[in-house]
């Protein structure tokens, strides 16, 4: 994202998901659907890379993925990192 490849960045969330769902990897999955949203929420243009400021129904259902990842699994950090993204 830092480098604006958002296109080498879809890439490697699919992959990233792709494998933590083949593995059965489930420790960064929420940092992943995070990363996903943020990556969608900057397709679709607008200043800020949330998913509010592009209204993007893609990347909210990301980053609400990413919020209740962790939520289910006891994990404050990474649930308050992902509802950042999501405000």
Known sequence: LRADDLDAAGRATDAALAASEAGG?????AEVWRLRGE?????????RRTARSVDDDEAVAALRRAVAIPRSQ???????RAAASLA
Not at 25 to 29: I, K, P, V, W, Y
């Open 39 to 47: 990556v969608l929420a900057a397709r679709g243009g607008g200043s």
């Open 74 to 80: 006891s994990a404050a950090i990474l649930e308050v």
């Open 25 to 29: 990897e489930a420790h960064s999955l």
